[in-house]
């Protein structure tokens, strides 16, 4: 399990919730009965400030009223069609996004969910290349479905069963804990260096593909250095190997930049967005360069799904680039990502628990150590600090962190329209739950 969420003791506990299928540990108690901006409020009146926005979905805010507006509209015009049929939505979001990218992305692919946008990339990698081994980076997600799970590391792979064959793992450049042990808080980059050393040894002469996120969010929020896409570029290239960037959480601003590659100066050669596209809505993108496009076309590319080129989730992504563009999110991401690292910083200075804070735009983390000096990572302290925030009413992810399947850092990603009262308030919260928590666990150690 990567992030699990304990019940904690919120009115009102439904019964209902027994007949749910629990798919990543427990639920948060309490019912949601509306949204808007960066909140959420359940049935019963709590509200609560959203540092997670939804499923880091609601770059634009909760319920944004162009949004929902875009939404209306297409229920009234038409809602879904046959997957060979296209509709106007459809294709002015193709020329949308276009013009957001540079050459040689020029081709648009449009599905429903992350984990859709990847198993594409990955399939039109195999079939324009004509090989299949795909490396990506430990501390990876990049979804759960068979192809993109191959080749996420973030999430426990134990009792599923074999893997797609041809994955292999780069080492994450995480500073905090350098992977092979050579860096400490700053990464050189020699890590993405023996992780290529060690891949050709392995290597069946098969390479087609490297994955990437920009930063490793669900891995615990790490940021690779500056130069370490192009590096990463330039290694995959020289073995034939396609670049494929998975920007479903860092596109559309959230890194402070339209998209994450853009802060690294590199271009990819296939591009993943979802997440941060629909505002709350099931859409993905898949877009490459129309090279590989006409290559995997005449091979008979073939990726139908139900929802493929649907044209209500591309009315509301239409809607959340205009929100993006004309409220300047990308600038203000930049802004307020610094205020929260800064306010991250005091938390830090403050509490000896917290050992490190990171972050990109407004993709921040802080990670929880037992001792400072020996890093060891607080699992148990992370775990009763997210409840004691819920309860307190602000919702933060708990994600990996640590050596092994830890889960010890706190991940803040909120609604790019955020405002500093509200990260304010966000870190008064976290203040006072992490000096609660610690307090608690003290007294019940002298208790014992
Ligand atoms: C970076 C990244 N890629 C891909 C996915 C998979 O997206 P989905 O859950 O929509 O399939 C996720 C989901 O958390 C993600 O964080």
Redesign the pocket.
């Known amino acids: 399990m990567v992030w699990s969420r304990r019940a904690c003791s919120l009115p009102p506990v439904d019964d209902r919730v027994g007949l749910l299928v629990r798919y990543g540990g427990e639920f948060v108690d309490g019912v949601v009965g509306r949204a808007s901006g960066s909140f959420v409020e359940t049935v019963d009146g709590r509200r609560v400030l959203d540092f997670t926005a939804g499923?880091?979905c609601a770059t634009v805010g909760h319920n944004h009223p162009r949004v929902v507006a875009a939404i209306e509209r297409a229920c009234r015009d038409v809602l879904h069609l046959n997957s060979w049929m296209l509709s106007e939505p459809v294709l002015a979001l193709a020329q949308r996004l276009v013009g957001t990218l540079p050459e040689p992305l020029r081709r648009v692919m449009l599905l429903?969910?992350?984990?859709?946008?990847?198993e594409a990339g990955l399939r039109m990698a195999k079939l324009s290349s004509g090989r299949f081994e795909v490396l990506s980076l430990t501390r990876?997600?990049?979804?759960?479905?068979g192809g993109?799970s191959a080749v996420?590391y973030a999430a426990s792979r134990h009792g599923y069963g074999p893997m797609v064959p041809g994955a292999f793992a780069l080492p994450a450049p995480y500073a905090y804990r350098c992977p092979i042990r050579h860096c400490d808080e700053v990464c050189d980059c020699s890590c993405l260096e023996a992780g290529f050393e060690l891949f050709d040894q392995v290597s069946a002469g098969s390479p087609a593909a490297v994955v990437a996120?920009p930063v490793?969010?669900?891995g615990g929020v790490i940021v690779p250095p500056p130069g370490y896409f192009a590096r990463l570029a330039e290694l995959a290239h020289e073995r034939g190997m396609l670049v494929m960037l998975?920007?479903?959480?860092?596109g559309l601003g959230r890194l402070g930049t339209m998209y994450g590659f853009q802060v690294y100066g590199v271009v990819p050669d296939l591009l993943?967005l979802?997440?941060t596209l629909g505002g709350g809505v099931?859409i993905?993108a898949l877009i490459t360069s129309s090279a590989i496009e006409r290559e995997c076309f005449g091979r008979g590319f073939t990726h139908v799904t139900s929802h493929v080129s649907d044209p209500m989730p591309a009315a509301a992504a239409l809607a959340v680039i205009d929100v993006v563009e004309e409220e300047h999110l990308a600038d203000r991401a930049r802004a307020r990502g610094h205020y929260l690292l800064e306010r991250l910083g005091d938390l830090q200075e403050r509490h000896e628990q917290i050992g490190d804070v990171r972050g990109l735009g407004l993709l921040c983390g802080l990670e929880l150590v037992l001792s400072r000096d020996t890093r060891e990572p607080a699992d148990a302290l992370g775990l009763a600090l997210t409840d004691e925030c819920q309860r307190r009413g602000l919702s933060i992810n708990l994600v990996r962190g640590g050596t092994g399947g830890q889960a010890s850092c706190l991940r803040m990603a909120p609604p790019l329209t955020v405002s500093e009262d509200e990260i304010d308030l966000a870190a008064t919260i976290i203040d006072e739950a992490l000096r609660t928590v610690v307090n608690r666990t003290a007294a019940a150690a002298a208790a014992s």
């Open positions: 499923q880091i429903s969910t992350g984990g859709e946008g990847i990876s997600w990049h979804g759960v479905t993109a996420t996120e490793l969010s669900a998975d920007e479903c959480q860092t993943v979802s997440k099931p993905s």
